[in-house]
């Protein structure tokens, strides 16, 4: 999205009292604000200092992460208690300079709908008696049993627009809220750093007031090498919210384009004086490169892998979560008018494999999970457009095109249960998108919820495009463009998946705890 830069439900029971000890103890793990070493830490033996995090949870697998402030040897235990009383010990790698000191573990062979506690211990590589103190925390299992239910929150956009860490208003404290509210697991919906956003010191807010960020080197200017693309994803964790989170909250990470630039897209040559390095192919390289190094996501990490992040994370008999990557394969921004378009902005492999795993799947609920959302028009200059729609509201052209393959296809396979979610646009709102309305009618009716930013500048909600017949049910949004956190709540959205009935009800979140807006819908039907 083009933005300038600036001068309630509770815990179903199943969780129980249990987690929220685990909640209290991992935060007590990662200690209090900054990265100041414990009194406990030992000179010379490696440090933790960065939390954990773990991603792609199934039902018997996740990944679990860390970050040392030297070479080391990972190591991770699990538990089925709190206690550490029996554990089970998984070997990970050695991490070194050549992944800034990062690494993940998989675990396997986990127990279905199970809380599962693990410790990170690092280990000096050349004497493994030399160990840092454990760094815990905790995730829960997908359930192998339909009654579990699931629940889960997404959101996307942090540290964007100039709004950094303040610790006058605490930081990015819708972290914490999202941590009390107790998911399953939290989507990100991409824009997870802003590697093209300087953080100034300070920032005088319209109304005289004085925004203060936490800055760091790497943040001063547009990020272009490895190391300050890295850098980009140490800030964050700079947050003692999102460690505390972190450590109690699995995730599912996309990314979108901030990650590298603003609009990227594949083959971009830029026309921007802050940028010594103007292929934008080399940009994304290193940023992919700092991307997995910093997120937990399966396919980045398998044995062979080729580097992908679009994925299927399959979250037992009622979900899964189809994570699509609308930026590396797509075409140039343009008029986006074309009358053929095999590219779009999935690409051809990506679409044909999207369509395979719709179809083989059998979850009750499909997710959609997109970094950039359909019928709303995302402006890229005066005459092209980031997105999909160009806001041409007759038969569907250029990226179009692709969509409605691909919604076509879900109708006449009779694929049941599908819902996108998304965040890029920097407010929080849910469109109905249905064929009587639409110039392309060959589809089944479906829902979009937009939420975000997470901690970023609020912005005006876009126009709507009518080729799939959008209607925009709610909407949330600022009046002016890049109201900072003090200024406009943050948003979050919410999942909830009721394990006896199959309903799933979607909540748009409000910092502060209030719902604004609530959908039930049910399973089993081609469209809602």
């Excluded at 309630?8 to 029971?13: D, G, I, K, V, Y």
């Excluded at 933790?48 to 990972?74: I, K």
């Excluded at 390095?277 to 940023?287: C, F, G, I, P, Q």
């Excluded at 007759?394 to 076509?408: F, K, S, T, V, Y």
Aim: glycine share 10%.
């Amino acid at each position: 999205m083009s933005h300038p830069v600036p001068g309630s439900s509770s815990a179903p029971a199943r969780r129980g009292l249990l987690r929220g000890s685990l909640a209290a103890s991992a935060a007590l793990a990662l200690g209090g604000s900054g990265l100041a070493a414990p009194a406990f830490a030992l000179s010379g033996r490696p440090r933790a200092a960065w939390g954990v995090q773990t991603g792609d949870v199934t039902a018997s697998s996740g990944l679990v992460w860390v970050r040392s402030d030297r070479p080391a040897r990972m190591v991770v235990e699990t538990s089925a208690t709190e206690s550490f009383r029996r554990t089970r010990r998984h070997r990970g790698p050695l991490l070194g300079a050549g992944t800034d000191f990062t690494g993940t573990t998989a675990l396997r062979g986990l127990p279905a709908g199970e809380q599962i506690h693990y410790r990170v211990v690092l280990a000096d590589p050349d004497d493994p008696r030399r160990t840092g103190e454990p760094v815990t925390g905790t995730f829960r299992t997908a359930p192998d049993r339909r009654r579990d239910g699931v629940r889960f929150l997404w959101s996307g956009d942090i540290a964007g627009q100039g709004w950094g860490i303040n610790p006058d208003i605490g930081g990015f404290r819708a972290y914490e809220e999202m941590r009390r509210l107790d998911p399953d697991f939290f989507l990100c919906s991409g824009d997870a750093i802003y590697a093209d956003g300087v953080i100034e010191p300070s920032v005088t807010l319209p109304d005289g007031r004085i925004w203060r960020n936490v800055t760091t080197p790497e943040k001063s200017k547009v990020a272009e090498t490895l190391d300050e693309y890295r850098g980009n994803f140490r800030y964050n964790l700079l947050d003692r919210n999102v460690r505390a989170f972190n450590a109690q909250v699995p995730s599912i990470v996309q990314w979108d384009d901030h990650e590298v630039r603003n609009n990227w897209y594949p083959g971009q040559i830029l026309d921007d004086p802050r940028y010594a390095e103007k292929d934008v192919d080399v940009l994304a390289a290193r940023a992919a490169r700092a991307f997995g190094e910093y997120a937990p996501v399966s396919t980045l990490h398998a044995p062979g892998g080729r580097g992908r992040v679009h994925r299927v994370v399959r979250y037992g008999p009622l979900l899964d979560v189809f994570v699509l990557d609308m930026r590396s394969y797509r075409n140039a921004n343009s008029p986006n008018r074309q009358a053929d378009d095999t590219t779009g902005i999935l690409g051809a492999e990506q679409l044909a494999w999207l369509k395979r795993e719709l179809a083989a799947s059998t979850a009750v609920w499909k997710v959609l999970a997109a970094d950039m959302p359909i019928g709303l028009v995302i402006p890229d200059g005066a005459a092209n457009f980031e997105a999909i729609a160009q806001g041409d509201p007759g038969a569907p052209l250029g990226r179009e095109l692709q969509i409605a393959e691909l919604l076509r296809f879900v109708k006449h396979r009779r694929i049941t249960g599908t819902l996108w979610l998304t965040a890029d646009v920097h407010y929080t709102s849910a469109q109905h998108y249905a064929p009587e309305r639409a110039a392309f009618k060959d589809f089944a009716p479906f829902w979009e919820f937009v939420s975000g930013p997470l901690a970023a500048g609020g912005f005006p909600a876009n126009a709507l495009d009518g080729t799939f017949g959008p209607e925009r049910v709610f909407v949330r949004a600022p009046e002016r463009a890049n109201l900072s956190p003090m200024e406009s709540p943050q948003y979050f959205g919410e999942v909830d998946i009721d394990g006896h009935s199959g309903d799933l009800t979607v909540r748009l979140r409000a910092e502060g705890g209030k719902v604004l807006f609530s959908k039930v819908l049910r399973p089993g039907r081609v469209g809602q």
